[in-house]
């Protein structure tokens, strides 16, 4: 598959997760949540106040280039073809792929992110007969193997993976977290997907730093409340976006310390609190930096527009 293609899907797809689990703090877009990612996210109670989502956190599915590809191969062939590289990325593309078929068998639709238009749209009847042929031959063998390709990407660290864990569920189960609460196996994986969200925060991950930090701020069914912890890391998320935010990206300014998204949020918190969370999250934005200026280095990458793991357009398809 052009690798083109391959980042274009970790890249629109990973934003369906941002746009619907961001969203989701507000009650009345929680059949998005289920429609578009496949799962509902882990629950947190309500936000005080409305969470804006940047303008590339939106619940789209699948860019048109994926859909071109679609009257060409089944899924079967796409995903051997992303396997075999042998490339955790390529792996969370698989999965990627696989989750919006499976949304798109339940639906017989999707919604589409139009470059040309900026926006959200419809398919069209020739893109719902291609993603049709795609999808169609489906087996249950082969979407329940899309928690694999997952769990290797999340191994290795790509943007995005860790968050999408968390999304599916204990073993694909959202519901186990509610119904569960106390099986021995549902509380080893809230503390193993817990603690991968944390390690990917950590990692300059900015999907799991906004989404993440958000549930930080008022508990959820994964992590007890840290509102200062949940604070940093909802500033670094401007901070690393300040760095690599493409024009007209609106993210730097929502996310930057002192702008009225953050001062509502981080309202029941001291000064000294924010002063210590400050000091977090420059930390994590600079580790953030230097991992990314060694990758590019390494790889000679060039920035492109391209949608990806964090909030605004990523370097080929792979910031973090």
Known sequence: MEKRLQQWLVGALVVAGIGAAGLMWNSSTRETVVDVAGAPPPHAPRAAVP?????????????????????????????????????????????????????????????????????????SADERRDMTRMCGAMTERERLARLDYLATAVKAGVPGAAWMHAVEGPFGDPSALTTRPDDPL???????????????????????????????????????????????????????????????????????????????????????????????????????????????????VVSAAMPGGGLSAMSAGRRG
């Open 51 to 123: 969470v804006p989502v940047p303008a590339q956190a939106v619940s789209a599915a699948v860019p048109a280039l994926v859909l071109a590809a679609a009257a060409n191969q089944n899924l079967s062939a796409h995903v051997a073809d992303l396997l075999a590289s042998h490339d955790p990325h390529d792996a969370y593309a698989a999965y990627m792929l696989v989750s919006s078929c499976a949304s798109f068998n339940r639906r017989h639709d999707l919604e589409m992110h139009d470059n040309k238009l900026g926006a959200k749209r419809a398919l």
């Open 186 to 300: 549902v509380r080893e994986w809230k503390a193993t997907a817990a603690s991968q969200l944390d390690t990917a925060a950590e990692a300059g991950d900015t999907t799991a730093l906004m989404l993440w930090g958000l549930q930080k701020l008022g508990g959820s069914d994964l992590t007890d409340r840290h509102p200062v912890q949940g604070y940093g890391y909802l500033v670094a998320v401007g901070l690393i976006e300040a760095e690599v935010a493409q024009p007209g990206d609106r993210s730097p300014q929502m996310f930057a310390e002192g702008s009225g998204l953050l001062t509502a949020l981080g309202g029941q918190l001291t000064q000294a609190q924010r002063a210590a969370a400050l000091i977090e999250a420059r930390r994590i934005a600079a580790a953030a930096k230097a991992r990314r200026e060694r990758s590019d280095n390494k790889s000679g």
